[in-house]
């Protein structure tokens, strides 16, 4: 998955005074695009790349490699570089996975940035607080932590057969997928489950079991995998807002998706190699 980086380790202490080096990596997002190049093995711009850049804020290291967010609106565009979608290196052929993962992490922690440059309580203006990773508000003291989104990715069997769907076509997304969904005020996650399959696809389920997790930046959240089984009449009823098929299939005629990066892609190999659930 994206966060499977051994021997390597993503570590994210919070050091407000943290000083960059030359070689230290620095993300600038304009939007949904980073800045970046056409280069595998380096493919985003370090501390000396830039002419004195201001408003960095220390996000993580991995290895020996400390990473920055640089907030400035408007910047000078090193030499080389140009702004791409974060998603498109998901299907870059030999892209570092580590590279993949911080920049997934970072995006995360630059939206909520952007996203709480003021208090959602008085107005004032935020700014980040020295003893932890959080933003506190100039004018009422308000701290505000990272938002993290708690979501379910779900495996439902009916014996040997994977409830296998893809995604609406508005959703831009074209591989085989699972049914997935955000966990909503006062759910446990299991609720999440239960919910998620009657919405999406018009099944009950029971025998709810928990799999693994997952950090997902791109969508600021942490997915949890969870099978289950149906629980009576194994009809599909489609909910056509949300996804564009969704079908029976047999273990052995499983077809992933194009990398092994998503908690998804892991739970589908993982049914379709026979592994109890």
Same mark, same amino acid.
């Given at each position: 998955?994206?966060?499977?980086?051994?021997?390597?380790?993503?570590?994210?202490?919070?050091?407000?005074?943290?000083?960059?080096?030359?070689?230290?990596?620095?993300?600038?997002?304009?939007?949904?695009?980073?800045?970046?190049?056409?280069?595998?093995?380096? &493919?985003?711009?370090?501390? $000396?790349?830039? *002419?004195?850049?201001? #408003?960095?804020?220390? /996000?993580?290291?991995?290895?020996?490699? =400390?990473?920055?967010?640089?907030?400035?609106?408007?910047?000078?565009?090193?030499?080389?570089?140009?702004?791409?979608?974060?998603?498109?290196?998901?299907?870059?052929?030999?892209?570092?996975?580590?590279?993949?993962?911080?920049?997934?992490?970072?995006?995360?922690?630059?939206?909520?940035?952007?996203?709480?440059?003021?208090?959602?309580?008085?107005?004032?203006?935020?700014?980040?607080?020295?003893?932890?990773?959080?933003?506190?508000?100039?004018?009422?003291?308000?701290?505000?932590? &990272?938002?993290?989104?708690? $979501?379910?990715? *779900?495996?439902?069997? #009916?014996?040997?057969? /994977?409830?296998?769907?893809?995604?609406? =076509?508005?959703?831009?997304?074209?591989?085989?997928?699972?049914?997935?969904?955000?966990?909503?005020?006062?759910?446990?996650?299991?609720?999440?489950?239960?919910?998620?399959?009657?919405?999406?696809?018009?099944?009950?389920?029971?025998?709810?079991?928990?799999?693994?997790?997952?950090?997902?930046?791109?969508?600021?959240?942490?997915?949890?995998?969870?099978?289950?089984?149906?629980?009576?009449?194994?009809?599909?009823?489609?909910?056509?807002?949300?996804?564009?098929?969704?079908?029976?299939?047999?273990?052995?005629?499983?077809?992933?998706?194009?990398?092994?990066?998503?908690?998804?892609?892991?739970?589908?190999?993982?049914? =379709?190699?026979?592994?109890?659930?």
């Amino acid at each position: 998955m994206i966060q499977d980086i051994k021997p390597l380790k993503l570590d994210n202490s919070y050091s407000c005074g943290e000083l960059p080096d030359e070689k230290s990596i620095v993300f600038h997002f304009d939007g949904k695009n980073v800045l970046c190049r056409d280069d595998k093995e380096n &493919p985003f711009p370090v501390y $000396a790349d830039f *002419v004195l850049p201001d #408003d960095l804020i220390y /996000l993580f290291s991995i290895g020996e490699y =400390k990473y920055f967010l640089l907030r400035d609106s408007t910047i000078n565009i090193p030499q080389g570089f140009d702004y791409a979608d974060v998603k498109k290196f998901r299907s870059i052929e030999g892209m570092d996975r580590v590279s993949i993962f911080a920049l997934a992490t970072a995006y995360h922690l630059s939206e909520w940035y952007n996203n709480s440059r003021y208090c959602g309580k008085c107005g004032g203006n935020t700014v980040p607080d020295r003893k932890e990773r959080a933003l506190k508000c100039t004018f009422c003291g308000k701290i505000i932590y &990272p938002r993290i989104n708690p $979501a379910v990715i *779900v495996g439902v069997a #009916d014996g040997d057969r /994977l409830l296998i769907t893809r995604y609406a =076509k508005n959703r831009g997304v074209t591989h085989n997928a699972l049914i997935a969904g955000f966990t909503e005020i006062g759910e446990t996650l299991e609720e999440t489950v239960s919910r998620e399959v009657m919405e999406e696809v018009g099944l009950k389920v029971k025998n709810i079991r928990y799999y693994k997790s997952q950090p997902w930046g791109y969508s600021g959240g942490i997915l949890m995998g969870f099978f289950c089984e149906t629980d009576g009449d194994t009809s599909i009823t489609l909910d056509e807002s949300e996804l564009g098929s969704a079908e029976w299939v047999k273990r052995e005629d499983i077809q992933g998706q194009p990398d092994d990066l998503s908690l998804t892609n892991e739970m589908m190999m993982y049914f =379709k190699n026979g592994n109890p659930l």
